[in-house]
């Protein structure tokens, strides 16, 4: 009895063993790939902004594709340079911060939105309020997104130095962990005005928004690869994100990941050139991400 | 039946149970639902407050993304809310979530606002509905409504078990008994009621047959011309038939139903004498129970007249009683004038006969007197005694028209009839009579218009008119008024019966009618019999009626007389009319001529010695040479002996062995043309006279007047 159970048992075991190997290596035969995602939103609006297009890559390159949102603008700064992500989807300060940390990696494609990969920020208030301007802003609670973010922190941190206006003059000053909480905080009338990309706030415009200044245009988010992929599955990467608006799905999973997103194309690094100099300016004026 | 009476029992149990058990129910889900109200309110509440709570940290934070995911989130694990709103201390909803609210669903709204110290964060409202509570409530309705059911059927089946093993088990049972029982009842009603049906179906057919006889006898009563009628014991009509009130003149059958019949129609006797009910013979059928049959007895009608009635009664027994008769009559008062009518004509038939037999020998006789005695007087020249043989022919004369009127009366006379005109005829006649009668009666004919043909002697109607209007003289002796009148008339079937004449047809009718004295019905029923008379002894014969009445019988005719005392005397002649375009009477009067005379050869063959002798004697007076024969062969015999002489043969036509018409047939084989004439006294056969008549042949009436038969052989031989 008691060989005839192991002979069972052993049997089964084996069976049970091929039935997953075969299966896995079916579907995915190489590693899966990373995707980071920068906290620029809630965790849940990214996750589902960004599942599409993860779906997309992973059957384009037969691997799987998760998803990795970084719990800061730094961490995931870091995990790109240190290449503990695959892909990264960087905001323009970003990518400046990590390239001259971390040197270039592979740029894959660049947001097009309205015909053109650049995009602004917005300083706002209150469509109520009496702040028309951006040096009334002296003496008013003050909210930014991300301490590392574009247009929720440096640019408009840029435009307010050009106005003359120091954090230190404002009545008060917090970095929300989004600009979408910049948006109802403004509106919840926890802060007089708010910096957010020009996206955002036009989402939020119509609750009871307005547009006090906008910023410069700045080259638009930015895909990079992991120094350590092999050139042909950048390639690959490259060649999936700038066709995609010209896939049967590529316009459904590119308005998901941002309304106006018409395309994603070859980028330069020479576009992020005048970033470049925002960030020295600030630099040099004692502000740091 | 009564199964369905106890299942209707348990089933109202079962309703009372269901009903009670729901009430119950109810009770218990509305405690029940307002403890899960309260419940869920005060989890709802604490939810809330976790709400809040969770949402603290993230509101230090400004992190309404988080509150938003937070709410959206909280929304849509919870199905009953139907609004969650997060709202800033400014009014602005900072969060919502709503989903339609399900109709029906009673809600409930909650509110918490968080706050930092004193400062007011936010706050959470909530719109929920009671979807869990009604839920539950609703399942558990479910529960207590199957639950109930359930109960009850159960417990109503195991009480119906129960109470059916000990209550209805042992009803059911007596209950089937009975059933069984009725049904056994049934089943002998239903068997009795076949009978019964039978028995009303026999008893209709035999109603129905009953009614049929009764209809049959009613339909016999009512149909049959005999009179019946039933009487009880003590002698009152229990019915009658319509023959029977009709033949007693009543109107309706209450005319006699009840009434004591013997007291109404049979009181009284045939000749008049009371019929004293004790003596009835219809009554006495009932105590006797004799039934008799009687044919001398009268009914008297409702008007009081009488019929003469035949009738037979039969007892009515019922069982061993008798309880009345039954009686059956006829009337026969025409029978009784039929049979006396009868009686009568017999009666003058015999009479007839009588008179005829006798005449026949006298005729015989007085024949061969007046013949010897015109012989003998013309032997005696003009002698002085020849007065006396003149006296001795009258009288034989006188006997000879005597023995002719007996002879007309038994209707054994030769008659030649002719077509006559009765109007010429009574005309000529009347010129005759108006010489007859007295001058103190006045005489009149009344014809009728146009020619009434009749097949008649014309000789003897005048002899019949001329009697009848002697009859009249004689019976208006202060004088009066004789009238003939002629008339056409038609006697139909009704007349004939009332009358009792024989046939209906046209009819010539002639009424001869005085104003004379009349007579009664004792002279009248008697006025045609041979020498009945009224007048005095040597005054009439008492022939002339006689005659009267044979002459017309012999006519095929009627007479008939109507007569009442003091007022006068109706005859009435009837005699067949003949239909002819015209009649030729050729009659022409004998001119009395001389004797003829002749010196042929005659062959006399006559029976009787003297009669034959007194042929011979005559025709050899008068030239002629005669040959006798004393018979028919006799006669045969001498023609063959002098066939050559023999011209005519005078042939009695009654003889012994060969009578005269064989003997003319034997003769006339030998000689075809020759010449006959022939002779009878006795016209006992008419027919043959007739034939003779019809064959162109010559007869002559015996007894003959000489010179009738002189005339007569003359007239044959030159022919």
């Given amino acids: 009895m008691h060989f005839r159970f192991c002979s069972w048992g052993k049997n089964l075991t084996i069976l049970a063993l091929c039935f997953f190997l075969f299966r896995s290596v079916g579907v995915h035969a190489e590693p899966l790939l990373k995707l980071g995602i920068h906290p620029y939103l809630s965790s849940t609006e990214i996750d589902r902004r960004f599942t599409p297009l993860a779906g997309y890559l992973g059957r384009e390159l037969k691997r799987h594709v998760i998803i990795e949102i970084a719990s800061s603008y730094a961490v995931h700064i870091r995990n790109i340079g240190t290449d503990s992500v695959d892909i990264a989807l960087l905001g323009p300060a970003s990518y400046v911060l990590m390239t001259s940390e971390y040197g270039r990696r592979p740029l894959l494609a660049v947001f097009e939105s309205n015909g053109t990969k650049t995009f602004r920020g917005a300083i706002i208030a209150k469509k109520d309020s009496s702040i028309i301007s951006l040096s009334q802003l002296k003496g008013k609670r003050f909210a930014f997104g991300d301490k590392a973010s574009t247009m929720g922190h440096l640019v408009p941190r840029y435009m307010l130095l050009k106005k003359g206006v120091d954090v230190s003059d404002l009545a008060g000053h917090a970095f929300l962990s989004n600009q979408e909480n910049a948006c109802l905080a403004v509106l919840a009338g926890d802060f007089d005005a708010a910096a957010v990309k020009e996206e955002v706030f036009s989402e939020y415009e119509q609750k009871g928004l307005k547009a006090i200044a906008l910023s410069p245009e700045v080259q638009d988010h930015v895909f990079v690869a992991s120094a350590k992929l092999p050139q042909e599955t950048v390639r690959s990467l490259r060649k999936a994100l700038i066709g995609l608006n010209n896939r049967p799905e590529g316009k459904q999973i590119l308005s998901t990941i941002q309304k106006n997103l018409g395309a994603l194309v070859p980028a330069k690094d020479s576009e992020y050139d005048n970033l470049r100099e925002i960030l020295q300016v600030l630099k040099k004026a004692g502000i740091e991400p | ?719």
């Fill in chain 2, 1 to 719: 039946m009564r199964r369905l009476r106890y299942q209707g029992a348990l089933l109202s149990f079962i309703a009372v149970l269901i009903v009670f058990f729901l009430v119950g129910g109810i009770v218990i889900i509305a405690e029940q639902r307002n403890a899960l109200t309260s419940m869920v309110l005060s989890h709802e509440e604490r939810d809330l407050e976790l709400m809040a709570d969770a949402s603290y940290e993230a509101l230090l934070k400004h992190d309404y993304v988080t509150i938003t995911s937070f709410v959206s989130r909280w929304g849509e694990k919870h199905q009953s809310y139907t609004l969650i709103r997060a709202i800033a201390p400014n009014g602005f909803v900072v969060a919502e979530f709503a989903r339609p609210a399900t109709s029906g669903i009673p809600l409930y709204s909650l509110k918490k606002t968080v706050h930092q110290g004193d400062q007011e964060l936010l706050s959470f409202e909530i719109t929920g509905d009671h979807r869990k509570v009604m839920e539950v409530v609703g399942m558990l309705r479910n529960r207590l409504i199957f639950g109930s059911i359930l109960f009850s059927l159960l417990l109503g089946a195991a009480l119906w078990y129960a109470m059916k093993r000990m209550a209805l088990l042992p009803m059911e049972q007596e209950i089937e008994q009975r059933k069984r029982a009725e049904e056994e009842l049934e089943r002998r009603v239903a068997e009795r009621t076949v009978e019964l049906k039978q028995e009303l179906v026999e008893r209709r057919r035999i109603e129905q047959e009953l009614l049929d006889r009764e209809g049959h006898i009613r339909l016999l009563l009512n149909s049959t011309a005999e009179a019946i009628y039933g009487v009880n014991a003590r002698g009152a009509c229990t019915f009658c038939n319509p023959a029977c009130i009709k033949m007693l003149g009543y109107e309706t059958e209450q005319d006699l139903i009840g009434k004591n019949l013997h007291e109404m129609i049979h009181h009284t006797r045939t000749d008049g004498t009371c019929y004293p009910e004790a003596e009835c013979r219809i009554n006495n059928v009932p105590k006797n129970g004799q039934g008799c049959h009687v044919n001398d007895e009268v009914f008297w009608r409702a008007d009081d007249t009488s019929l003469n009635v035949e009738y037979w009664s039969h007892p009515i027994v019922r069982g061993q009683e008798v309880i009345g008769a039954v009686i059956t009559f006829i009337d026969i008062t025409e029978r009784r004038k039929l049979e006396a009518q009868l009686l009568h004509a017999q009666k003058m038939e015999a009479v007839g006969t009588l008179a005829g037999g006798i005449a026949h020998d006298f005729n015989n006789i007085l024949t061969a007197i007046i013949g010897y005695g015109t012989i003998l007087r013309m032997k005696m020249g003009d002698v002085p005694f020849a007065v006396n043989a003149d006296h001795l022919l009258e009288a034989a004369q006188r006997a000879a028209q005597l023995t002719k009127s007996l002879l007309a009366f038994s209707r054994k006379q030769e008659i030649v009839t002719r077509l006559v005109d009765l109007n010429e005829l009574v005309s000529r006649t009347g010129k005759l009579i108006i010489r007859l009668i007295r001058q103190d009666i006045v005489f009149e004919t009344v014809l009728t218009g146009g020619e009434l043909g009749v097949m008649a002697d014309s000789a003897h109607i005048e002899q019949v008119l001329m009697n009848l209007a002697t009859n009249a003289g004689d019976a208006m002796p202060d004088g009066g008024r004789l009238s003939i009148r002629t008339e056409r008339i038609a006697l139909n079937a009704a007349y004939i019966k009332m009358h009792q004449y024989a046939k209906p047809g046209e009819y010539a009718l002639i009424t001869v009618s005085d104003t004379g004295m009349g007579m009664d019905e004792n002279i009248r029923s008697k006025i045609f019999e041979p020498f009945f008379t009224t007048k005095e002894v040597g005054k009439g014969t008492g022939l002339g009626l006689s005659m009267a009445y044979g002459v017309v019988k012999q006519h095929k005719g009627y007479i008939n007389v109507y007569s009442e005392i003091g007022k006068g005397t109706v005859f009435k002649i009837y005699l067949p009319l003949v239909k002819s375009a015209s009649i030729r009477e050729v009659e022409q009067a004998e001119a009395e001529n001389p004797i003829p005379r002749g010196s042929e050869t005659v062959l006399v063959a006559e029976d009787d010695r003297s009669l034959r002798r007194l042929a011979k004697t005559l025709l050899e007076e008068h030239g002629y040479r005669v040959i006798e024969a004393e018979d028919g062969e006799d006669a045969v015999r001498k023609f063959k002996e002098n066939q050559e002489q023999v011209r005519l043969l005078l042939l009695d036509i009654i003889m012994p062995r060969l009578d005269g018409r064989k003997a003319y047939e034997e003769i006339k084989k030998l000689q075809p043309n020759i010449k006959v004439l022939f002779a009878s006294g006795y016209t006992e056969d008419l027919l043959s006279i007739k034939d003779i008549l019809d064959q162109g042949l010559h007869f002559i009436q015996k007894p003959m007047r000489p010179r009738d038969l002189l005339v007569k052989v003359r007239t044959v031989l030159d022919r």
